[in-house]
């Protein structure tokens, strides 16, 4: 297990993280409004100490980023299954999942594929590996752990208590709606999977198609390909899935998850590959998450002015945000 360094600054990374996963995840995107913002500190438990728990159990490992990629959809499905149980809900939140996802509902799974497709893209990408990535790109050795055992475990406590009094909350919020057992036996079987799949997937040799190097394109391009992707599979959502089967919206997303893993193994094997290219990743990401957040939130039933004042604040935080994250891996890289 890795020493962990003690540096000043960890204590503050390990605080940027805790914010910043919900900051991204939740009020970014526009899912809770600006006005709401008291709720970011209900929010910390979950996404806060899940992207560090992430985080933390990539890196006192030894391991990267194909580890927290992997965990990242894990949690994903954690809090959307055994959390809130939006996953099996069919009027989640007043909201009617039941026949938006219908079309590509599966008995045997228990739930919809493009609903799970949604639920791993967004916690995996955006409440997980883009926040983490940022806030290293501010760390003088990222592949450092932050924290020692201790606060590892004071972490893994305060996760599992939080995410247990807001499964208590939706639980009550949603007229005491309970999935089946097998709906439970089908998420923990996935979870565990996507557990046990990052900590193997170091060992796991991969085709060598695949892994043979590309010379990756300049952190510039790299950035606008990852906001190119990212903002396809947002886009997409809109625009096919009113006028072509479900079924192709979700062959769609596979091709697009598919050229994202590809052109990613690639350049990340070529010489040139370096920090400015993931935290360029990053900040594509990061940027799609601006612009959809001011379509976002008034589906979501917001208030046109209270969505517009924190799309426009929030919005330029990100760019402030991003625009330093660069700088500072120009700097010390």
Do not use: K
């Not at 008995?107 to 409440?127: E, F, R, Y």
């Not at 009550?172 to 979870?191: C, G, K, R």
């Not at 079924?247 to 010489?271: C, D, E, Q």
């Amino acid at each position: 297990m890795n020493d962990v360094r003690r540096t000043p600054h960890r204590r503050r990374s390990t605080v940027a993280l805790l914010l910043l996963a919900p900051l991204v995840g939740e009020f970014l995107l526009g899912n809770t409004p600006i006005s709401d913002f008291g709720s970011l500190f209900m929010y910390l438990p979950l996404y806060g100490c899940g992207a560090l728990l992430v985080r933390e159990s990539a890196r006192h490992t030894g391991r990267g980023w194909p580890t927290m990629l992997l965990l990242g959809a894990a949690y994903g499905l954690f809090e959307e299954g055994p959390v809130d149980q939006m996953l099996w809900n069919p009027d989640y939140g007043g909201v009617p999942f039941g026949l938006v996802y219908a079309g590509t509902q599966v008995p045997l799974l228990g739930t919809s594929v493009a609903l799970l497709q949604d639920v791993v893209s967004m916690h995996m990408v955006w409440s997980v590996c883009v926040p983490i990535a940022l806030v290293e790109a501010f760390s003088r050795d990222p592949r450092r752990p932050w924290l020692g055992r201790p606060g590892l475990g004071v972490t893994a406590v305060v996760f599992a208590l939080g995410s247990f009094g807001l499964a208590a909350l939706q639980y009550a919020y949603n007229d005491e709606f309970m999935a089946s057992p097998w709906q439970w036996t089908v998420a923990v079987v996935l979870i565990a999977a996507l557990v046990a799949a990052a900590f193997l997937v170091d060992r796991v040799p991969l085709p060598r198609p695949l892994v043979r190097a590309a010379e990756a394109p300049t952190p510039w391009w790299t950035g606008c390909a990852a906001f190119a992707l990212t903002s396809a599979y947002w886009g997409g959502q809109s625009l096919l899935r009113d006028h072509v089967s479900d079924w192709l919206v979700v062959v769609f997303w596979f091709l697009l998850a598919a050229a994202a893993v590809t052109l990613g193994i690639r350049w990340s094997h070529g010489p040139a590959w370096g920090a400015t290219h993931r935290v360029s990743v990053a900040v594509g990401a990061l940027l799609t998450y601006v612009w959809v957040g001011f379509t976002h939130a008034s589906d979501m039933g917001v208030p046109l002015r209270v969505a517009l004042v924190g799309n426009v604040v929030l919005g330029a935080g990100a760019l402030v945000l991003a625009a330093a994250a660069v700088r500072s891996v120009h700097r010390d890289r």
